[in-house]
């Protein structure tokens, strides 16, 4: 139980498009979902905290506008990068929680190359 | 501010030598503490945690950590290590949202 799944696993993309990554929660209700960002060789850094049917709630330094995340149902949040630039790119991750919250569950994350 | 330190970057350690992971806090309360695993280009796995109660915690994989509230730590602990134990270990703690040490990165000798 509590598997999250990422999609797509990796993704390469062109300075200036946008990018959508999914996460969704397989095996429960995931009313709390969140973002990170992994640089090679760091640690994860939480970008945002996102809850069902509400805006996401931004870390300080990560651009709301850049970084759109919308989690309109129980089971899918998504992540997308606009006009994406080569520093963004990075190992996204998503983790989500259930109802009781003690415990993020992590999908296997993203991994995004912008040229 | 809070905080999760982990002092070491890189550890080496000879094949079915013992091994600890040193991880430190810095919270108001204690938190919610976690141990995580990654291999290279993967997520997370979560290796064991602590909310409460008895201090030593039993882990996937023969791992263990003990929690010391004295100390502010929450190192992580194998008796013998196997060369499939290399990756990067991440301590994190918090309640709702987490924040995660830099990592220490396993290397296994044979």
């Known amino acids: 139980g509590a598997v999250v799944s990422q999609h797509p696993s990796w993704v390469i993309c062109k300075s200036g498009t946008s990018v959508k990554i999914e996460c969704r929660s397989l095996?429960?209700?995931?009313?709390?979902m969140f973002w990170y960002r992994q640089f090679p060789k760091q640690s994860l850094m939480l970008m945002a905290t996102s809850n069902e049917g509400s805006k996401a709630t931004y870390e300080q330094g990560v651009e709301k506008d850049k970084f759109l995340i919308n989690h309109a149902s129980l089971t899918l949040s998504t992540l997308t990068v606009t006009s994406a630039h080569p520093e963004d790119s990075s190992f996204y991750i998503c983790s989500a929680t259930d109802r009781g919250g003690d415990e993020q569950f992590f999908g296997p994350g993203t991994r995004l190359t912008v040229l | 501010a809070q905080s999760v330190t982990q002092p070491d970057i890189h550890i080496t350690v000879s094949e079915g030598a013992s091994l600890e992971l040193r991880c430190n806090y810095s919270?108001?309360?204690?938190?919610?503490l976690f141990w995580y695993v990654q291999s290279p280009g993967q997520g997370l796995q979560l290796l064991l945690k602590?909310?409460?109660?008895?201090?030593l915690v039993q882990g996937i994989k023969g791992f263990e950590a003990e929690f010391k509230r004295s100390q502010s730590s929450f190192n992580l602990r194998k008796p013998s290590v196997h060369w499939s134990d290399a990756a990067e270990y991440f301590c994190a703690g918090g309640y709702n949202k987490l924040i995660f040490g830099a990592g220490t990165r396993l290397a296994v000798h044979p």
């Open positions: 095996d429960f209700q995931a009313t709390t």
């Open positions: 602590y909310f409460s109660g008895d201090t």
């Open positions: 919270y108001g309360a204690t938190p919610y």
